[in-house]
């Protein structure tokens, strides 16, 4: 009997880990403990003009999306037509913001693949990425007017995401749709 102790503890822990995997969900749906609270306090340049600064004092007032990329990130490539897509409709600022990159790389790759954002906001270190819990760009918050934030995303932003997502919850804000 004391031999198939072993064997018997295999199996439970088989059957565990296929039930957690068969249960873990999308990943890109993670809870955020920053969902329902205010957005992180930060005070960071632009990504264009070192002087220029930006808070969230300086962003409240309407809804806004803040969407972590970098020019080494694949997948913000991949992201890119959705969110000029949904920078173009006009129905919520679009902020990027720039994670750990150099201006130099950042302006080349907007200048290749097109710029949507309505802002530029320059998170060299990362520090404020960190605040914001973002593990790896992409990463996307939709805040509302008062500087909370109500949806998280990770990974690239794609149609559906938009459409689903980020666009009913406007619609909620009462936001106008086009």
Known sequence: MSRLVPLFAFIALAVLLG????????????????IGKT???FDLPSLFDPEA????????????????????????RVEHPAITDLANRGV????????????????????RFGDPYHLHVFDADGRTSIDFGVVAAPETFLVDANGIIVFKHIGAVT????????????????????
Not at 19 to 34: N, Q, T, V, W
Not at 54 to 73: D, E, H, K, R, V
Not at 93 to 107: I, K, Q, S
Request: charged share 25%.
């Open 19 to 34: 039930f957690g995997l068969r249960h873990a969900g999308d990943k890109s749906e993670l809870p955020s403990p920053l």
């Open 92 to 111: 919520v600022r679009v902020v990027g913001m720039n994670h750990r990159d150099t201006r130099e790389d950042a302006a080349e790759w907007l200048d």
């Open 39 to 41: 957005v992180p306090d």
């Open 159 to 178: 149609p559906d995401v938009v459409e689903n997502e980020i666009l009913p919850r406007l619609e909620r804000m009462g936001v106008e749709q086009p």
């Open 53 to 76: 600064r930006y808070t969230p004092a300086s962003l409240a007032g309407q809804p806004w999306i803040a969407n972590f990329w970098a020019s080494w990130c694949y997948a913000c």
